[in-house]
């Protein structure tokens, strides 16, 4: 498969867009045509061609500009990245996972040649060219997580077990909607998830940290997750709330169509095999609306979907400030007929 990639940016003039493969690629997320809170936790098998899920790791045509906003970020905070130095082997296993799938399903891309410990790694589209002995990080010219998440889309997370329980003990954190790294950093999975509201209350993530545990090697899950931004803006922080959060105040009826963006998060789990930690991998898509109401279904359906969104979720996504103006505007699109199940688009 041959890439190319768009000249965009994340930040300032905001010049990102999806083109129309990228727009039938993109993981809408909704099932059903009212919301419902669920882990929607299914096995990482490859999906349909060209979809978000063909492969284990998804590269596409923002792929350098999401590389070059990362590298961004890091220069002015690298506390985005951080590792306690108990997961040295885990940011290996991250390294082989990382490298071999984006070698693996794009060979014109990247290239990964291994003699025993003696590695090469070539990145073509970033010009990266090392050859490194695995399991040395004396010969990477950054820590292994963070010279291979420096080259890979997605923020990523690794997860040590211990004490029946999931703790985030270290990651590349750079697109996240509205969590800190450093505030989370030696948390446990309930401590991280406190903030969630309804879910508790559930059992969901009783459910699914139980369901973690016993996560086995070579049986990857994925899940979807979701919420709003305005602006295509990949680091949402709160360290840097005070530079997006006054977004929110900008959105009128005339500028929903290009400032107001569904933000979906492709969410992986695997068990890694030398360390036993699991990595989680958090892959930020954004859509505006104006591409998002060129898939009919979709357009019904997250107009449905946004105006019978619980208050409390609203609150927590952060999207009270502009619901009802966006709500209004993509009522033009939905023509009232029903949906029918799934996520493919027209």
Not at 33 to 52: K, L, M, R
Not at 59 to 76: C, F, G, N, W
Not at 198 to 204: E, P, R
Request: glycine share 4%; hydrophobic share 40%; with cysteine.
């Amino acid at each position: 498969m041959t890439l190319s990639f768009n000249a965009e940016t994340f930040r300032d003039d905001y010049t990102f867009a999806n083109s129309p493969t990228a727009i039938r690629a993109f993981p809408f997320p909704f099932e059903r045509d009212d919301y419902t809170y669920t882990v929607n936790i299914e096995q990482h098998v490859p999906g349909p061609v060209q979809s978000a899920t063909e492969f284990p790791i998804h590269i596409d045509e923002h792929y350098v500009a999401e590389m070059q906003d990362r590298a961004i970020t890091l220069a002015q905070d690298p506390l985005r990245c951080q590792s306690l130095p108990h997961m040295m082997t885990a940011e290996w296993d991250l390294v082989e996972l990382l490298m071999t799938s984006m070698s693996t399903h794009y060979p014109e891309t990247f290239t990964l040649t291994r003699d025993g410990d003696r590695w090469h790694w070539t990145n073509r589209p970033l010009g990266l060219d090392q050859a490194f002995t695995f399991g040395d990080a004396s010969t990477l010219p950054q820590g292994p997580m963070e010279y291979i998440t420096r080259q890979c889309q997605g923020d990523f997370c690794l997860l040590d077990q211990r004490d029946d329980n999931l703790w985030m003990d270290a990651g590349m954190v750079t697109t996240q909607a509205d969590w800190s790294l450093d505030f989370d950093l030696g948390m446990n999975f309930m401590e991280w998830h406190a903030p969630v509201p309804l879910a508790h209350d559930l059992g969901v993530f009783e459910r699914a940290l139980k369901f973690l545990l016993n996560l086995q090697q070579g049986r990857p899950v994925r899940r979807l997750n979701w919420t709003m931004t305005i602006n295509p803006r990949l680091d949402t922080s709160p360290e840097n709330y005070h530079r997006w959060g006054i977004d929110k105040a900008s959105v009128t009826p005339e500028n929903v169509g290009d400032k107001v963006h569904l933000r979906v998060e492709l969410q992986a789990l695997w068990r890694l095999p030398r360390s036993n930690a699991i990595v989680f991998s958090i892959r930020c898509y954004l859509i505006k609306m104006d591409e998002l109401v060129t898939q009919k279904k979709w357009a019904r359906r997250f107009h449905r979907v946004l105006a019978s969104l619980p208050q409390p979720i609203a609150d927590y996504k952060g999207l009270a400030r502009f619901r009802d103006t966006t709500v209004a505007w993509l009522s033009r699109h939905d023509d009232g007929l029903p949906t029918s199940p799934g996520f493919a688009p027209d």
